[in-house]
């Protein structure tokens, strides 16, 4: 962790002092952040030159023969503005470090951050003689490539060292939130915990199957990984000996039996070759084979309602806002909504159910928190009736094999929908995509179309695995059938924003493209990698790519496979607007809600003068501008839209 937070700070462009115990230690740290900087300087992910970024970071040996702090040690800290403290989970060694630290800033205002996963910043802070400047600063492994971070408060931190933090986080490129009491676990791991454990317990009591249960999360609830899956890949002795600091320190938890008896016999998971599953050798990852059929043996709104269980506590608690759990959720584990959010989904009058069946066959903990109860006795049930965590329209769903099509009149959604591929396009997607369009398309209630991913992609691509052993001729009707799915979003008669949610690769970015509006999350990565795998674009990314971005951008990116950011892709062109991920949805929605109070007649026809015009010279595109413009006048609409502008009032256009 230590070595991957100065890799961070250092990118960000700050000098960075790297201190360890032994000059060995740090000449290893030295050579990860080097290869690590020399991966993403591959990806076209690094601005500046590997050695660049590598002139910022200086090692500093911490502690002398005897154990004590070193003299080198205390010179960078009285140059320095903040500390960030990775050492071992031990709060004697924290303390240890933060008191030195204290004493040889010598009245400067250094802020002093620790990267520790359970322990109290409070505890540690009272080793110092000014508990103010002392604050959680909890990053996720590895810092290079994961994008939260817990800011926690100490009982006597102050404001300003919250946010100086919350900005020099942004600063990082990171997605921070603020942990406002200092409690056991901080969100992430208090939500993890409960989640963990309880799929612990359906397993120790015989109500479902490792298999069954990682099923279910993984093909039903959308997660990354099942619970036992990622208990394997981060190490079994890794949640066990969080969960006992969390319960030391007053978190209430009945644990289940069988994490301990694996810790105990030394079976880790991936580190040691055995855990829920068997791997090869230790420490090399093989991904679980998890049967999609056995998805849905278990109701997994067991699974889900303890850890909304607990959101719910830190929410009504004033531990966080609702907007920082859920980003919480969705930037530090990968799950595909917010916590809140996928209450809202399966109803909390669900989720209450669940825990109160939780709580007779498990433990206490499992008592439903009062928000929840109060909310199912006032009819605040989610998504069905309206109003949940959050607010809804009405809306009507319909599930196909590989898109979900949602319609929230005026607005219709379409979700592709095969999370645990990243969304990766096959034909089928193609097909159930141009059928939707042009069921959309007669339908006169919808005015606008959201494109958007489920999971943590819009989409990563075609799907590649399809590609075996197909024919050149076969490989070109694949790509003519993409490119004529491209051009009718791009001629579309109705406006099509593209909510761009994770990553939009190779074909996942020339759909993108097709549509007429790009709103991507500020953690997007966009993309036309097809020339690693030794072909290229194919559904109009050389066309649409170079339309927007330029000639020599386009180039740039299509020979280089390089993956770019949002904001990369926005000073492009290629994006329209770039925001932080928890606002994505509701601001798609906000935009396709104001569009929709347009006359659809005149945006139509704005649309097909831009396209077209584009496609052919001046003076044909200025021709059908006129030719347009001259038919409008004979559309209600525009007697409506006059009429209300004289008398002062909101036009109401009917697409007539």
Request: charged share 20%; hydrophobic share 45%; glycine share 8%.
């Amino acid at each position: 962790m230590g070595h991957g937070i100065a890799e961070v700070a250092a990118i960000a462009g700050y000098k960075v002092f790297l201190a360890d115990i032994n000059q060995d230690i740090l000449n290893n740290a030295v050579e990860k952040i080097r290869w690590s900087l020399s991966k993403l300087a591959e990806k076209g992910q690094l601005r500046e030159s590997v050695d660049a970024v590598m002139s910022r970071i200086n090692t500093v040996v911490s502690v002398r023969p005897d154990g004590s702090f070193s003299d080198e040690l205390a010179r960078a800290a009285a140059q320095s503005n903040m500390l960030i403290e990775a050492i071992p989970e031990r709060l004697e060694l924290k303390q240890a470090l933060f008191k030195f630290v204290d004493q040889m800033r010598g009245g400067k205002e250094i802020i002093m951050a620790t990267n520790t996963s359970s322990l109290p910043i409070t505890e540690i802070a009272s080793a110092t003689t000014a508990p103010h400047l002392v604050v959680g600063m909890h990053f996720f492994n590895p810092p290079p490539l994961m994008p939260l971070v817990e800011i926690v408060r100490g009982e006597r931190t102050s404001d300003d060292v919250v946010k100086a933090v919350y900005d020099i986080a942004k600063a990082m490129g990171k997605q921070p939130v603020v942990v406002n009491k200092d409690v056991p676990g901080f969100i992430v791991n208090r939500i993890l915990a409960r989640f963990m454990n309880t799929a612990c317990w359906l397993v120790a009591k015989n109500k479902a199957s490792v298999l069954e249960v990682d099923s279910t999360v993984r093909y039903i609830l959308g997660f990354p990984m099942g619970a036992f899956e990622l208990a394997d890949y981060s190490g079994i002795d890794v949640f066990y000996l969080i969960a006992v600091a969390m319960m030391q320190r007053g978190f209430k938890q009945t644990p289940c039996p069988i994490y301990e008896e694996m810790y105990k016999s030394n079976k880790l998971g991936m580190k040691t070759g055995h855990g829920f599953y068997e791997y090869p050798k230790p420490g090399v990852y093989a991904r679980p084979q998890i049967p999609k059929d056995l998805a849905g043996k278990v109701d997994p709104t067991l699974l889900l309602a303890p850890a909304v269980n607990e959101a719910t506590w830190l929410l009504s608690n004033g531990i966080a806002t609702k907007e920082d759990i859920d980003k919480a959720v969705i930037m530090g584990l990968g799950w595909p909504k917010g916590v809140f959010q996928l209450a809202d989904q399966y109803g909390i009058d669900a989720i209450v159910k669940a825990l109160e069946q939780l709580k007779q066959e498990i433990g206490p903990e499992y008592e439903p928190e009062p928000m929840l109860r109060q909310m199912v006795s006032q009819g605040q049930l989610g998504v069905k009736s309206g109003k949940g965590f959050y607010e809804y329209a009405k809306y009507e769903e319909k599930t196909l094999n590989t898109i979900i099509i949602r319609l929230e009149k005026p607005i219709a959604w379409i979700v592709l929908n095969r999370p645990n591929r990243l969304n990766a396009i096959s034909p089928e997607m193609i097909k159930e995509l141009s059928q939707a369009l042009d069921e959309l398309e007669e339908d006169e209630n919808v005015r606008v179309v959201i494109m958007t991913g489920a999971g943590r992609a819009f989409s990563a691509g075609a799907d590649v695995t399809a590609f075996g052993g197909i024919t050149p001729i076969q490989a070109a009707i694949f790509s003519r059938r993409f490119q004529e799915l491209t051009l009718k979003m791009q001629y579309y008669t109705k406006p099509i924003i593209v909510a761009i949610n994770g990553y939009a690769l190779g074909g996942g970015l020339e759909l993108a493209m097709s549509g007429d509006i790009r709103i991507a999350s500020e953690t997007a990565q966009l993309g036309q990698p097809e020339i690693n795998l030794g072909f290229i674009p194919g559904a109009g990314g050389t066309q649409r790519l170079s339309r927007l971005a330029g000639r020599g951008a386009s180039k740039l990116l299509i020979f280089t496979g390089d993956m770019i950011s949002a904001k990369e892709a926005k000073d492009l062109g290629i994006v329209d607007l770039v925001l932080p991920p928890e606002r994505l949805e509701q601001e798609a929605r906000n935009l396709a809600l104001k569009l929709a109070e347009k006359p659809p007649l005149a945006l139509m026809a704005a649309k097909l003068a831009v396209e077209m015009g584009l496609e052919s010279n001046i003076w044909a595109g200025l021709a059908l501008e006129s030719s347009l413009f001259g038919l409008l006048f004979s559309t209600q609409d525009v007697v409506e839209g006059v009429t209300a502008f004289l008398e002062k009032r909101k036009p109401s256009f009917k697409g007539r």
